[in-house]
């Protein structure tokens, strides 16, 4: 029999969240010739646990076996902003000690954090939950964009979907890709997803104060998003000197004229990729781009993943005719949320 793995359960949770864990390591496939993982399903004490949708479940094991696998999940906690159990913390801390391998699943990445396991590492989670982990946990070098973080011994995933490119990820480590290949066509999955969780994070432009300078600024920039834009004529348009109006936009936004634009760019190009056929050269000048190269380069610098890429995820149904990409008036504001 292969390694073993244990996923915690938890009062409150859903059934997806373990199942994923379940599904990939517990379930044993006939036509795959090869020795698979020993699965146990913990809880952090004998009695049952309620799960969303009124079913309730029970387990032998408990948070002894739980940090005595070889592989030890935390699929999410029920509460980001709750204390995490001494219990939890000591068992994580014994799996840690015992040389096993620790992974977390969207929110699970609190438990780990909460046992000291993160401190000086690299980690991701739920784009939701990333300040809040940088917040509770300054140590723990928190990175919002990619679906999942493998620091050897410690390895961490995006939500709670992203559990399964984590999983796969931990079957190509363990048996090769062909294994993990098989296991994601009988999943019927990618087995491997492009681009990273930047695609999904809801990051819509924040309205500001159109007595305020700089926000007056944005305002108007967010209705020429189309035209070839600088420090000079946002400056203008808040009627300040340049030197000026740069303290001003830094101050306000935590980030630079150049960089707010180019993100307001690609957040306009989001709509036009989900929902037109444009080709992205036309997508690219009507958000502003002065080329095709640029847009590329900073879409996927931003997301992790190319604009053509992007268009196959979430393409729409309903785009089935070219859309008119226009003058790009009003782009930037119905980018929409990823």
């Known amino acids: 029999m292969g390694s073993t793995v244990s996923v915690l359960a938890y009062d409150g949770m859903t059934a997806f969240e373990a199942g994923i864990v379940i599904e990939v390591f517990g379930l044993v496939w006939p036509d795959i ?13 004998p009695d049952p646990i309620r799960v ?26 029920a509460d980001p902003r ?52 940088r917040e509770r946990y300054p140590a723990v070098v928190v990175d919002a964009e990619p679906l999942y973080t493998d620091d050897g ?36 999955i990618q087995p491997h997803r492009t681009g990273g969780q930047a695609q ?8 500001e104060p159109l007595d305020d300078p700089v926000g007056r600024s944005l305002a108007w920039a967010a209705e020429h998003i189309h035209e070839p834009l600088g420090v000079a004529d946002l400056a203008r348009v808040a009627g300040l000197s340049q030197r000026t109006y740069l303290r001003h936009f830094v101050r306000s936004t935590g980030t630079t004229p150049s960089k707010w634009l180019t993100t307001q760019r690609i957040q306009a190009a989001l ?30 610098k931003a997301l992790h993943t190319s604009p053509s890429a992007y268009r196959n995820t979430f393409r729409t149904a309903q785009s ?13 504001g119905g980018g929409g949320g990823i």
């Open 33 to 45: 010739d090869q020795p698979w993982y020993e699965l146990k399903v913990c809880t952090e004490t």
């Open 52 to 77: 969303i949708g009124g079913a309730t479940m029970s387990s032998p094991y408990g948070l002894a076996d739980f940090a005595a696998a070889d592989t030890v999940v935390v699929p999410s906690v």
């Open 82 to 133: 709750a204390a995490t159990s001494p219990e939890l913390i000591e068992a994580l801390r014994q799996a840690h000690r015992n040389g096993a391998r620790i992974v977390s699943i969207c929110s699970g990445a609190f438990a780990l954090a909460a046992a000291g396991l993160l401190d000086g590492r690299r980690a991701t989670t739920h784009w939701r939950y990333a300040d809040l982990l």
């Open 153 to 188: 011994d410690i390895l961490t995933s995006a939500g709670c979907a992203a559990g399964l490119d984590l999983a796969l990820h931990l079957v190509r480590t363990d048996m090769g890709a062909s294994v993990a290949n098989a296991v994601a066509r009988r999943l019927v």
């Open 200 to 207: 999904y994070i809801e990051s819509p432009m924040p309205p």
């Open 271 to 300: 709509a036009m990729l989900e929902t037109s056929d444009a080709p992205v050269e036309e997508i690219a000048t009507a958000v502003g781009f002065a080329t095709a190269v640029t847009f590329r380069h900073h879409f996927a």
């Open 320 to 332: 089935k005719s070219p859309s008119p990409v226009g003058t790009g008036k009003g782009l930037a």
